[in-house]
């Protein structure tokens, strides 16, 4: 257990419905990342938050995509008319900006599955 | 960051040492090189990091070519919970910038 939790572990859905997951990082970190994986890839990046700040977004984030931090502690990510395609592991990592190794700690990942 | 490049897999006996090659030919001087693995149905757990020397801590060792070219992580006593994707990871150590993963190796320990 690294100390980053992610709800729910698994969701179903249908197609055009809206879902969205929580990611609880470790408490003291201030960086918050989400990801995206999908099967037999490694995890892609989405999108970064130092504090309550997003700072950061990638070109996969569509705009179906938001994601909050409201009070620099938990996240959320939420996916607006679902698609097939948006079927994957979507991962949670967090991380300090006052140690000097700079390492992301990561939840166990929620499983989106789109029907 | 530097792309890396890693065999997309390996076997290895239980007991015995799995080492695990990772090309970076484009490593800039203020990278250094990370790995990280994932087991299946979990999310990446970091494993060791290193600059230019050899790095060693309680679950592997990652030995850095002198050129910084290419890197192995050495699992001394593969168990067959080490069976994972193992992801070599260029990246600069300040910062917030986001960890690119590639494919990785599969690591399989045989029994």
């Known amino acids: 257990d690294t100390g980053v939790s992610q709800d729910p572990r698994h969701k179903i859905t249908k197609r055009g419905q809206n879902v969205t997951f929580r990611c609880d990082p470790i408490s003291e970190h201030n960086r918050l990342y989400w990801y995206r994986q999908t099967l037999g890839q490694g995890p892609e990046f989405l999108t970064y938050?130092?504090?309550?700040?997003?700072?950061?977004k990638s070109r996969l984030l569509s705009d179906r995509f938001s994601a909050e931090r409201p009070k620099g502690s938990f996240s959320t990510l939420e996916i607006q008319r679902t698609e097939q395609g948006d079927s994957a592991m979507y991962l949670c990592a967090s991380s300090s900006s006052g140690t000097e190794k700079n390492i992301q700690y990561f939840g166990a990942g929620t499983r989106l599955s789109v029907l | 960051d530097a792309k890396t490049t890693q065999p997309p897999s390996m076997d290895c006996a239980e007991g015995r040492a799995a080492n695990l090659p990772c090309n970076h030919s484009t490593i800039s001087g203020n990278e250094y090189v990370y790995w990280y693995r994932q087991i299946h149905s979990q999310g990446p757990q970091y494993i060791i990091h290193?600059?230019?020397n050899n790095e060693t801590n309680e679950m592997a060792s990652l030995i850095i070519t002198e050129d910084r070219k290419s890197s192995t992580l050495i699992l001394p006593h593969a168990t067959l919970r080490d069976t994972a994707v193992y992801y070599c990871?260029?990246?600069?150590?300040?910062?917030?910038?986001?960890?690119?993963f590639g494919t990785g190796t599969r690591l399989t320990v045989i029994p």
């Open positions: 990871i260029v990246r600069v150590i300040v910062g917030a910038n986001n960890l690119f």
């Open positions: 290193g600059l230019k």
């Open positions: 938050f130092q504090n309550e700040a997003q700072l950061e």
